[in-house]
């Protein structure tokens, strides 16, 4: 009736998962300039995105599912995104 | 008389039914999570691309090896946790309630590593209110004005011009979202004390594991949420 | 042909006990709890606006103090908007009528559902000790720093009384989708529901979607206010306009979990009293999910004064202008719906009738206040006050009571007096435009909001408004009378007194525990009013 993850995905994923933590680590160390943040959250989405398939099942699910899983952090783009076109466009007081 | 059956509630026509309207409901639920949680993040990112040099100052603050060592936990018991559901859908009790027993210590020592940090936090009086002050024994950043034009009064400082009050809204972030994380953290400990005692009674089987699934999912939803939080509040450098 | 068992056993009377109630998990008893319960805040809150509407007779601040009156209209608004709106018909109506709507024995989460009204309830418990002991005087929108630092009124209280509810409201929408998803009859694809399941589909989209966001922002003012873990205060670089964006991302779609429902009820009612199919069902279906989706990208134009850039400002004007276009797809389609009907004027018809032209008017307005050019002038006057009146007021309440009474007879077995609901709907129509339509020209002619106090030439206009209040006070209190004296007193319903086309209108009035004694299943579209249920065809065909 429903999908058994081999054990050895599980662990396959989680080796992955640790190099990916010891990768956030060691990337904080060097200063690239205003590309450290772009690259962390990459790091964690490439996580969080293992975690997401393999640990909660999504990969073997119905496309609902994936809707449904995938729903929420597309809202949360759109709040991000118009309160950056709000903060990223003001002007200074007293200019224009 | 199948088990499965057993706990079908009556106002579903099958276990099938049942189960996918659970599934749906989680996700849903994690749906709901993932905006509560972001409107902290959002929050945050504004407040970051204001004052970097601030959130520099207030990371560095922060134990990165605790961190780090937190967030090996949190994964490790992602795996325990993704174990246990595995031991309930192949009818193993006994596998179920060790996985489980294992996710609950995993997750009571990143509890433990948590309310260390705090303590230490307390101590060192950057706890954001009528606590908070930035100024500590041989720390040179002691700036006695919160308007962050300070570079020429103290020119030995690398970072450039920021304010305590900034510094300030850092620690905010770093309470409310470490502190809704501990707190969701705790209530998965708790549900997954009853599935612990549940499991050694052998109620979950093929048949029936819903719940220690669909704990499952709140359980790794958590630890993304701790896979954001690491790096963006332990590693701005 | 009805499903009732000879003992006359129905989910009223299945078990008289008081915890019997108070633990049930039918979601009928639910919905009826839900029913008392927002009716007591309807009451609460309306009898905050008697108060303050007394008081803006006069120009001159003479029956309440200001801080007096910003407590007042604070209650108004947190009571009616998080107390009664939000919840009413969803909570009631949604609660009562989906499962029954899709052949089900109830929703997918029957203990789930009884927790959100414990969890309305404590919310409420929170909100009305807030008034208790004092009050609340930053407005039902909590604008920081004023809510987070410098008000002197119990603002935690009443903002965690609003975050409680939150949750009432989330498990609601998490019921509702899960529920149509997995717990449709055989044969009810979704093309052939009715289109108040579509209307609470997208409406619970929303309440799942946009909730948490504003469960957070209260939750940090609370935090802020009482623990000093301050992210708005400017003294500390905190951004004010930060909260409003978290807010109104919110609050701005929670317009929509208000008016969606009511379309709803509005496509139920039409149909049934014009004895026609729906003109244009799909669009009607697609446009409550657009409403759902483009209410989420607007929140900007409560905002254009705020200190958002303008260019921001420029987005958010832009897409308000999209969101009015499924309503008036809606509106021309519930028109055409009448056209050629055979149409009748009972009480819910009524309803419907007066919600499509006050919805359509308080639309219309809304697209002034879209125009950045036109805000500028109109913004925290009383146009505003206006224009969401009309949609709340004339638009949700009325699809409520609408609806109320179209389904009255299912849910307590009794018909309500006709003579009396035409009536009070009457003195509700007029009471409302003459409360309200004043308040257009105040607004226009610069009267500001929230103020106790004003210059001598708005007074007329603020005598109407008053006056108009007392008219739709009364006209208010007559049903409640009403429907209660029917409990006892009202004439005995059948299956289906309206002749309605649905799975609901099949059952017996009122049904039993379990809806259905066996799942029905669907082979026909809604709203099949020209096909005769006898032979399955065509009606007067051979």
Aim: glycine content about 10%; some cysteine; overall charge neutral.
């Amino acid at each position: 009736m429903h999908h058994v993850v081999p054990k050895a995905t599980y662990y396959h994923v989680s080796v992955w998962l640790a190099v990916l933590l010891a990768l956030t680590v060691a990337a904080a160390q060097f200063d690239l300039g205003g590309w450290n943040v772009p690259l962390a959250l990459a790091i964690a989405i490439a996580k969080a995105t293992l975690i997401v398939l393999f640990f909660m099942h999504v990969r073997y699910g119905s496309p609902l599912l994936k809707l449904f899983a995938a729903g929420g952090f597309l809202w949360l783009l759109i709040m991000f995104a118009f309160i950056a076109a709000d903060v990223l466009t003001r002007a200074p007081i007293g200019s224009g | 008389m199948s088990s499965s059956t057993a706990h079908l509630a009556h106002h579903f026509d099958d276990v099938e039914q049942q189960y996918d309207a659970a599934q749906l409901g989680m996700w849903l639920f994690l749906a709901t999570e993932v905006l509560f949680f972001g409107g902290l993040f959002a929050g945050y990112a504004l407040y970051r691309y204001w004052y970097p040099e601030a959130f520099v100052v207030g990371s560095h603050r922060l134990d990165l090896w605790l961190g780090g060592i937190n967030t090996a936990v949190l994964l490790a018991s992602s795996l325990t946790m993704a174990l246990a559901v595995r031991a309930a859908q192949t009818s193993d009790s006994r596998g179920t309630a060790n996985f489980l027993g294992w996710t609950i210590l995993l997750g009571s020592v990143f509890l433990g590593v948590k309310a260390y940090e705090y303590h230490h936090k307390f101590e060192e009086r950057l706890v954001p209110g009528r606590n908070f002050s930035l100024s500590e024994k041989g720390d040179k950043s002691n700036f006695p004005d919160r308007d962050g034009s300070s570079s020429t009064a103290n020119g030995k400082l690398d970072l450039s011009p920021f304010s305590p009050g900034h510094v300030e809204l850092f620690f905010s972030f770093y309470f409310a979202l470490t502190g809704l994380h501990a707190t969701h953290m705790v209530i998965g400990i708790a549900i997954l004390v009853v599935l612990v005692v549940a499991a050694r009674r052998g109620t979950f089987s093929a048949d029936y594991f819903t719940p220690v699934e669909i704990t499952g999912l709140y359980w790794h939803f958590v630890d993304i949420v701790w896979v954001f939080l690491f790096p963006l509040l332990y590693l701005i450098r | 042909m009805t499903n009732s068992p000879a003992d006359g056993r129905n989910y009223l009377n299945a078990d008289y006990r008081f915890r019997s109630w108070l633990l049930s998990t039918d979601h009928k008893r639910i919905a009826v709890l839900f029913m008392i319960s927002v009716t007591m805040f309807f009451f609460v809150g309306g009898a905050a606006a008697v108060l303050f509407r007394l008081e803006l007779m006069s120009p001159r601040g003479d029956l309440v103090i200001a801080e007096t009156f910003n407590k007042l209209f604070t209650l108004h608004g947190v009571v009616m908007i998080f107390f009664f709106l939000i919840p009413s018909i969803p909570a009631v109506l949604g609660n009562f009528l989906l499962p029954m709507m899709i052949g089900a024995r109830d929703l997918a989460f029957p203990r789930l559902n009884l927790a959100s009204w414990y969890i309305f309830m404590t919310g409420g418990v929170l909100a009305v000790g807030a008034i208790v002991i004092g009050g609340a005087d930053t407005g039902w929108t909590f604008y920081t720093p004023y809510s987070s630092t410098y008000s002197n009124t119990n603002v935690v209280v009443m903002a965690l009384g609003a975050f409680v509810a939150g949750f009432s409201s989330i498990l609601t929408g998490l019921n509702f989708i899960v529920t149509i998803h997995t717990m449709r009859a055989p044969g009810l694809t979704w093309f052939r529901l009715p289109l108040f399941v579509w209307a609470h589909y997208a409406t619970s989209l929303i309440m799942v979607l946009g909730t948490p966001v504003v469960a957070i922002t209260l939750l940090l003012v609370a935090l802020e206010r009482g623990l000093g873990i301050g992210i708005f205060d400017p003294k500390l670089g905190g951004d004010p306009i930060l909260f409003q964006h978290m807010f109104w991302f919110y609050s701005h779609p929670a317009v929509y979990i208000m008016v969606l429902p009511s379309m709803g009820v509005v496509s139920e009612i039409v149909t049934c009293f014009s004895r026609n199919r729906v003109f244009g069902y799909r669009f009607i279906a697609y446009s409550s999910l657009a409403i759902a989706v483009l209410g989420f990208l607007v929140w900007g134009h409560h905002m254009f004064v705020s200190g958002q850039s303008i260019y921001a400002g420029m987005i958010f004007s832009f897409l308000s202008m999209f969101v009015a276009v499924p309503s008036a797809v809606k509106v021309f389609n519930w028109t055409a719906t009448l056209y050629k009907g055979s149409v009748s004027l009972e009480t819910p018809m009524l309803y419907a009738l007066g919600f499509i032209g006050l919805f359509t008017l308080g639309g219309l307005t809304g697209l002034f206040l879209a125009t950045t050019a036109v805000d500028v002038h109109v913004h925290d006057t009383y146009f505003v006050v206006a224009h969401f009146h009309y949609i709340m007021v004339g638009g949700a309440v009325m699809g409520y009571l609408g609806g109320v009474h179209f389904w009255w007879p299912k849910i307590t077995g009794r018909m309500y007096p006709e003579w009396w609901g035409r009536l009070s709907a009457g003195i509700i129509f007029i009471g409302f435009n003459l409360t309200f339509f004043p308040q257009f020209i105040l607004g226009y002619l610069g009267m500001p909001r929230r103020v106790h106090e004003y210059v001598d030439e708005f007074q007329v206009l603020n005598v109407m408004s008053s006056a108009g209040a007392s008219i739709l006070g009364v006209g208010y209190l007559i049903p409640l009378a009403y429907l209660i004296w029917s409990l006892r007193y009202g004439a005995k319903a059948g299956d289906n007194p309206w002749g309605a086309q649905g799975l609901e209108w099949t059952t017996q009035s009122p049904p039993t525990t379990f809806n259905f004694p066996e799942t029905p299943v669907v082979e026909r579209e809604a709203y099949a009013y020209d096909v005769d249920p006898a032979t399955g065809h065509a009606a007067g065909s051979a």
